[in-house]
């Protein structure tokens, strides 16, 4: 049996360790934290469980995308909750509000109702997004060129004439890093589109999902443990020989795969006589990453405000959302955790907004707890930013407000070690596809990459990502889904 040493339990390093130990892997997982999850961490505040970076996902419709790879997993026997076919998204520019419904047809149909004049330009839209997303699954043969080689920004403003309706189009894309000089349509299109095919919550959030990966793993004989952070990797003729737990015990193996950033990977490995050559390790390590999210995590009183089975984007009139204003809350996210009171009112709300890593640079060098009053006067300065931008929608919020729980970039930085506390990892640029697009393959021939910062991120991309890094471990591609 070959033995695998994952770095970082994760989404992708757990996926990674399934996928393995499914064909005969040895499988050690090793992550620095308390729990395993990475982004999919929860924790828990006066008896209720809140997520740190799990709110929905899509495509989880049979024979949809994501619903073929969680099948795969055995994930599909979790609590899933499907949301508003009709909304599963609303989009709120100024004083107006726009429906975002599941369905390729209905998503045309609603939006046409609104836009009449634009409904050959939403036939287009959808047409391309639909073409996208068919072709996700032959990233088993490389990318799909073309799209990751086209702006978002110019696709949508080449399709869509009214400014309004390309807002409402973008408005719910806080689920990436919109940018206008720099983001593939390729990007833009499969998130988009996974959710448009249908959209879902799941009760029991993120750390559902990890338990269920954490039971198979250890099911099929692997291991997965905690308090076990790797502090280096040692290189030796050219191979990873082992991987140093805790600054003292050295485990060794036949291959190591890194579900962390890949800076902080190559950061592992002592640079003097390296394989890894210090042009590749200035390459990843100029690599611009995705922003940051400040999040609101509301506690509600009972009766006080209704659950809706969806998101609602809260934009200010003259946001420009691909030139997003992260010092200032002009833009915010408003989650629903499924989770109800027996009346069926909210039980508890995520505000998400994103927050410049320029803001905090004072604290870089502190860590949780030990960060002083200045920084949590400025976290409940901007918790009551979003409340007040939010309840412009929901007037209702202030009230309904039992306690406020508050995390920063620097609370990602803390725990999932992405650099400047990145949401969404390295940023994928249409003018320089190849240079940031990573390879799951390094320099050394037995350590490997995986994980959002790849290829694509998000539950959807990062499990496509697995079965890449398995394949380029195994020397060919697992059974795919």
């Given at each position: ?28 997982i ?18 209720f ?28 026997d979790?609590?899933?909750?499907r ?41 287009r ?19 799909f ?11 949508l ?5 009214d ?24 990007v ?63 485990l ?12 902080s ?17 200035k ?54 955790y ?24 004072k ?24 409340i ?9 919020l202030?009230?309904?407000i ?80």
């Open positions: 049996m070959k033995k695998a040493v994952i770095i970082g339990a994760g989404l992708g390093g757990l996926q990674c360790g399934y996928i393995l130990a499914q064909n005969g892997y040895e499988v050690t090793l992550e620095k934290h308390s729990q395993a999850g990475g982004c999919l961490q929860s924790f828990r505040r006066k008896g469980s809140f997520d740190t970076g799990f709110h929905y996902v899509g495509g989880m419709g049979d024979g949809e995308s994501l619903h073929r790879l969680f099948e795969y997993f055995h994930l599909l979790l609590q899933w909750v949301m508003d076919s009709e909304c599963f998204d609303e989009v709120v520019i100024g004083d107006e509000s726009f429906s975002l419904a599941s369905g390729y047809d209905n998503f045309v149909e609603t939006l046409a109702r609104r836009f009449p004049s634009e409904r050959r330009g939403l036939e839209y959808i047409a391309t997004l639909k073409n996208i997303g068919e072709h996700i699954f032959d990233v088993a043969n490389g990318p060129n073309e799209a990751f080689e086209t702006g978002a920004y110019a696709f403003t080449d399709t869509i004439g400014p309004l309706l390309r807002k409402v189009l973008s408005g719910s894309s806080l689920k990436m890093n919109l940018c206008a000089e720099t983001l593939p349509l390729y833009f299109a499969q998130i988009n589109n996974s959710f448009i095919q249908s959209s879902w919550r799941l009760k029991g959030g993120g750390a559902a999902l990890v338990q269920s990966l954490e039971n198979s793993i250890r099911e099929s004989g692997g291991t997965v443990l905690t308090k076990a952070e790797v502090t280096a990797l040692k290189e030796e003729n050219g191979m990873v020989k082992a991987a140093e737990i805790n600054g003292e015990e050295l060794e193996a036949d291959v190591f795969v890194s579900d962390l950033h890949p800076d990977t190559l950061s592992l490995i002592d640079a003097t006589g390296s394989k890894v050559r210090p042009i590749y390790r390459r990843i390590a100029a690599l611009r990453n995705a922003f940051g999210m400040f999040t609101a995590n509301i506690l509600l009183k009972p009766g006080k405000m209704n659950y809706l089975n969806r998101n609602v984007f809260v934009h200010s009139a003259d946001e420009d959302l691909w030139h997003p204003s992260l010092a200032q809350t002009r833009s915010v996210m408003v989650h629903f499924p989770e109800t009171y027996p009346d069926g009112s909210a039980r508890a709300i995520d505000l998400l907004s994103p927050m410049d890593m320029s803001l905090l640079e604290w870089t060098d502190t860590t949780i707890g030990h960060r002083g009053d200045e920084y949590e006067k400025l976290k409940a300065q901007k918790a009551q930013a979003c007040d931008h939010v309840a412009k929608r929901f007037p209702e202030k009230d309904a039992d306690s406020v729980f508050t995390s920063t970039p620097l609370t990602y930085l803390d725990y999932t070690g992405t650099p400047n506390g990145s949401a969404y990892g390295i940023c994928k640029d249409f003018n320089n596809p190849a240079g940031t697009i990573i390879s799951p393959q390094t320099s050394l021939p037995n350590l490997f990459l995986t994980g959002q910062n790849l290829n694509l991120h998000g539950i959807l991309g990062t499990s496509i990502t697995s079965f890449l890094t398995a394949a380029a471990v195994m020397g060919q591609m697992p059974s795919f889904p």
